[in-house]
Nanobody, 119 residues
Framework: QVRLVESGGGLVQPGESLRLACVSTRITYSINAMGWFRQAPGKERELVASIISDGSTSYGHSVKGRFTISGNIADNLMYLEMNSLKPEDTAVYYC?????????????WGQGTQVTVSS
């Protein structure tokens, strides 16, 4: 079983920064991708940033240029550096790992960490 634990959320003012971290238990499956998603009240969960197994990264349109994902898939450790935070970044942020399991892809999720941006 894969267990993901996020940390680093909190309350900040607009323009400030936060760094989220995600640590997982040892993953024996082949990892396709790791990433961060977020869900604001009344909205669907959306992709924030991801790292693919080849090391390439991708970002949601609204966070490009402000957020940076980093980490090491082999070490099961991932970070999300969030700069120039805006009130619209307020959401629960979830760590995700997508693995090959039993012939198909499966997602595992952390419990989420709250990020609130408010003056």
């Amino acid at each position: 079983q894969v267990r993901l634990v996020e940390s680093g959320g909190g309350l900040v003012q607009p323009g400030e920064s936060l760094r989220l971290a995600c640590v997982s238990t040892r993953i024996t499956y082949s990892i396709n991708a790791m990433g961060w998603f977020r869900q604001a009240p009344g909205k669907e969960r959306e992709l924030v940033a991801s790292i693919i197994s080849d090391g390439s990264t991708s970002y949601g349109h609204s966070v490009k240029g402000r957020f940076t994902i980093s980490g090491n898939i082999a070490d099961n450790l991932m970070y999300l550096e969030m700069n120039s935070l805006k009130p619209e970044d307020t959401a629960v942020y979830y760590c995700n790992v997508n693995v090959w399991q039993s012939g198909g892809l499966r997602d595992y999720w952390g419990q989420g960490t709250q990020v609130t941006v408010s003056s």
